[in-house]
């Protein structure tokens, strides 16, 4: 029996695409080991997002070659796509994002001929690679791929080049797909995508007309959207978040930035009077709703001046949680070619002075729910506590054992960041 070692880097679609390689290596008669043990076989599903995440998808793969040099090493995912000309000496089998479902197939060919595989593709991919899974081992939370790609171009981001164009999931298969997690006892779904707020725009349906037909899924207690742009947020959307206490009292928005010269500058595609309105909307129907975001600190062109507007407008919105990263060059992108760079220093101050102002909106977030009751999925226990989620993301830290997977009432009494203490 071979062993392998599966490693996902980035977000939550190479999550869920690596625990779908995990399925099919088992059915094929491989064991899955840890990544970091000796094995016959290594798989990292890289990231290219930023320029860390090249550096760490390029360091895995040698790490991985270094740990067994006679075992074969698979580099697949965007890093790959972004390089396909790529190469290592040890890596054997070189796959972009088509074809992750073939793995077995191509492992096969590998110990048959022991010659290295490099799958090349040209233009944009352009048709969703179906995938299917109804357990995730060792997760309370399950996530379904329902879109890939990207059609937006954002001045900065390489993903719409390496992903391809927006492209969707039968709507037919994703309920299936939903439906036997649920069965299979999994209280709280993740709809996750590079673009998934897109869903349907290449099918005669929308992310609306999925989200009704989802929140019906009998069983089905939390339904949670990985994130989703302003601009989709439509009045159908909304109605779901209106009528349905399935969908999760979060959303994640994406920002980018917070001044309208730099929106406009990334080519976003909406000004800071239509993302603020939004929110107002949102929070017009659910008063309490978590509503995190993504910040860019560092772009081109971004002044003190520009980068102390966005910390305004954060603190201004009341973000429960900001994910803060410091502008990357991703090159051959529009923002790539721009001037007025943003000296590496200043990016890394900027990003903790961003750090700090999170910290602060997610404490007077939190403090909004002490001695409030509120409903937790218990997801581990651990010297002498209990942890999980609330459907609007609070980390909740309980002093005793309660049932694992189990959704279960605690009433919030204080505060111990990233935690707060329930009873």
């Given at each position: 029996?071979?062993?392998v070692g599966v490693?996902?880097?980035?977000?939550?679609?190479?999550?869920?695409?690596?625990?779908?390689v995990?399925?099919?290596?088992?059915?094929?008669?491989?064991?899955?080991?840890?990544?970091?043990?000796?094995?016959?076989?290594?798989i990292?599903?890289?990231?290219t997002?930023?320029?860390?995440s090249?550096?760490?998808?390029r360091?895995?793969i040698?790490?991985?070659i270094?740990?067994?040099?006679?075992?074969c090493?698979v580099?697949m995912?965007?890093?790959?796509?972004a390089?396909?000309?790529?190469?290592?000496?040890?890596?054997?089998?070189?796959?972009?994002?088509?074809d992750?479902?073939?793995?077995?197939?191509?492992?096969d060919?590998y110990?048959n001929n022991k010659?290295?595989?490099?799958?090349?593709?040209?233009?944009?991919?352009?048709?969703?690679?179906?995938?299917?899974?109804?357990s995730?081992?060792g997760r309370?939370?399950?996530?379904?791929?329902?879109?890939?790609?990207?059609?937006?171009?954002?001045?900065?981001?390489i993903?719409?080049?390496?992903?391809?164009?927006?492209?969707?999931?039968?709507?037919?298969?994703?309920?299936?797909?939903?439906?036997?997690?649920?069965n299979?006892?999994?209280?709280?779904?993740?709809?996750?995508?590079?673009?998934?707020?897109s869903?349907?725009?290449?099918?005669?349906?929308?992310?609306?007309?999925?989200?009704n037909?989802l929140?019906?899924i009998?069983?089905?207690?939390?339904?949670?959207?990985?994130?989703i742009?302003?601009?989709?947020?439509?009045?159908?959307?909304?109605d779901v978040?209106?009528?349905?206490?399935?969908?999760?009292?979060?959303?994640?928005?994406?920002?980018?930035?917070?001044?309208?010269?730099i929106?406009?500058?990334?080519?976003?595609?909406?000004?800071?009077?239509?993302?603020?309105?939004?929110?107002?909307?949102?929070?017009?129907?659910?008063?309490?709703i978590?509503?995190?975001?993504d910040?860019?600190?560092?772009?081109?062109?971004?002044t003190?001046?520009?980068?102390?507007?966005?910390?305004?407008?954060?603190?201004?919105?009341?973000?429960?949680?900001?994910?803060v990263?410091?502008?990357?060059?991703?090159?051959?992108?529009?923002?790539?070619?721009?001037?007025?760079?943003v000296?590496e220093?200043e990016k890394?101050?900027?990003?903790?002075?961003l750090?700090?102002?999170?910290k602060?909106?997610?404490?007077?977030?939190?403090?909004?729910?002490?001695?409030?009751?509120?409903?937790?999925?218990?997801?581990e226990y651990?010297?002498?506590?209990?942890?999980g989620?609330?459907?609007?993301?609070?980390?909740?830290k309980?002093?005793?054992?309660l049932p694992?997977?189990?959704?279960?009432?605690?009433t919030?009494?204080?505060?111990?960041?990233?935690?707060?203490?329930g009873?």
């Amino acid at each position: 029996m071979k062993t392998v070692g599966v490693l996902s880097l980035g977000c939550k679609v190479n999550t869920y695409e690596s625990e779908y390689v995990i399925n099919e290596l088992k059915k094929a008669g491989y064991e899955i080991k840890d990544f970091s043990d000796s094995c016959d076989v290594y798989i990292i599903n890289t990231c290219t997002v930023t320029n860390n995440s090249d550096s760490k998808s390029r360091k895995m793969i040698r790490q991985a070659i270094r740990r067994n040099p006679n075992a074969c090493v698979v580099a697949m995912g965007c890093f790959i796509a972004a390089n396909p000309d790529i190469k290592i000496d040890g890596l054997d089998i070189i796959i972009g994002n088509k074809d992750k479902s073939k793995i077995v197939e191509l492992l096969d060919e590998y110990f048959n001929n022991k010659e290295e595989m490099r799958l090349e593709y040209t233009g944009r991919l352009k048709e969703f690679e179906d995938m299917y899974i109804n357990s995730f081992p060792g997760r309370t939370r399950a996530f379904v791929k329902i879109q890939d790609g990207c059609d937006n171009f954002c001045s900065y981001c390489i993903i719409p080049f390496v992903r391809g164009k927006c492209r969707s999931k039968n709507e037919s298969k994703v309920i299936e797909e939903v439906t036997d997690l649920v069965n299979n006892g999994y209280k709280e779904i993740v709809l996750t995508g590079i673009h998934t707020g897109s869903y349907g725009v290449d099918l005669d349906t929308d992310f609306s007309d999925l989200l009704n037909k989802l929140v019906k899924i009998n069983g089905l207690e939390r339904l949670r959207i990985s994130s989703i742009e302003a601009t989709e947020l439509n009045e159908d959307v909304l109605d779901v978040l209106r009528n349905s206490n399935v969908l999760v009292d979060h959303l994640h928005i994406p920002i980018q930035a917070g001044s309208n010269e730099i929106l406009k500058a990334m080519n976003r595609k909406y000004d800071l009077d239509f993302f603020e309105a939004k929110i107002a909307e949102i929070r017009g129907i659910r008063e309490n709703i978590a509503i995190s975001t993504d910040v860019i600190v560092g772009f081109p062109g971004e002044t003190e001046e520009l980068f102390n507007t966005t910390i305004e407008t954060c603190k201004r919105i009341g973000f429960s949680k900001l994910h803060v990263f410091p502008y990357s060059e991703r090159r051959g992108t529009a923002s790539s070619r721009m001037s007025n760079k943003v000296d590496e220093h200043e990016k890394k101050e900027r990003s903790r002075k961003l750090i700090e102002v999170s910290k602060e909106l997610e404490i007077a977030y939190m403090n909004k729910f002490i001695d409030k009751e509120v409903e937790v999925l218990v997801e581990e226990y651990k010297d002498g506590y209990s942890y999980g989620h609330t459907g609007n993301y609070l980390y909740v830290k309980i002093n005793r054992e309660l049932p694992h997977n189990e959704l279960v009432k605690v009433t919030i009494k204080s505060i111990e960041y990233p935690y707060v203490i329930g009873e």
